[in-house]
């Protein structure tokens, strides 16, 4: 057998861990794009990781250069297999004491875009994208992220086709929406041996009934942001919104809180801040029911807008008989620093 070539090292000790993929990779060349990728991944660069960024060339002028041309056939062109190199990062995650996963964490549920121009890259259309608070024409990508409260990692990943780019549309056999394909990568990772107390989600997941049957599949218990307006069927003489529910809620003061209780939250920096939250009752939500609605703010008084969360979720009420089989984790989300999930 011939023996495998050497390949020029990776920076300090990021050799080590790329040393752990290389059986994943058949050739010198895909070994060298591997490690020249993660170094331009976790370089200190001081603009977008672009190929000519990560490649370390300039941008525009270094674009013919062989380190980048290189790069974007490792990364476009390559046969290597993305899936098993991310099962591999995934085992080296488990096998670490700092980020081995516990039955304590979470796991959220995010879509980022980014921009793109014209119609010929694959996943492109005109979509919501989040972090410019517009419709542009991007790429979307669904990904699950887990975190026990001190460490986060991303474990999936996989782009959104949007319907038109189907034969048939949205009634595509083969067409799948972001709720649909964040189930399936909820669903992967419990079986990649990443357990969790519940999924969280933000508000644009909380109107999909395939998503919550899912994860009732699964047997993964939920926590998902609620936008305050949202209406639902009601008696006339009951709140239709989980804001007038929370409105219903008593409360006087911080020494007679009525139906409130107080949280501590705890920030990554170190602070902390005194949150309150209750459980409200609106439509089929309630305390003893299969779904509860959750109420967490600063200030039950006023309810600020920006300091205030709506959430929905199947964890039962600490009074249950049974929640024992399922501990309650609102204070564990709150100690997490971040809600609802997405870009800070």
Known sequence: ???????????????GYAARFDGLFVSLAQRRGFREYLTGLLAPRGRNKTFTCLAGAEPVAGAGGPAVQRLQFFLSESTWDAGKVNSQRLELLREQA???????????IDDSGDRKDGTATAHVGRQWLGRWGKTDNCVVTVTTVRTGGRVYYPLHAVPYTPAHRFPRKRNDPAFRTKP????ALTAEGKEAGFPCRAVVADC?????????????EIHLPYVVHLKPHRGTWAPADQPHTPIDAARA?????????????PVERHFREGHTETWWAADARLGGWHPPGPARLVVATTDPGRLPEKATWYLTTNLPHPDAPHTAASPVMFSAVLQEGRWPPGPA
Do not use: K, N
């Open 1 to 15: 057998m011939t023996a495998r070539r050497s390949c020029p090292p990776a920076p300090g000790p990021l050799e």
């Open 98 to 108: 700092e980020t081995a996963p516990h039955e304590g964490g979470v796991i959220v």
């Open 180 to 183: 649909q394909l964040a189930a």
């Open 204 to 216: 644009a997941y909380s109107v999909s009934d395939d998503w919550y049957l899912a994860l009732r």
């Open 249 to 261: 809620l008593a409360w006087h003061d911080a020494d007679h809180p009525g139906d409130w209780t």
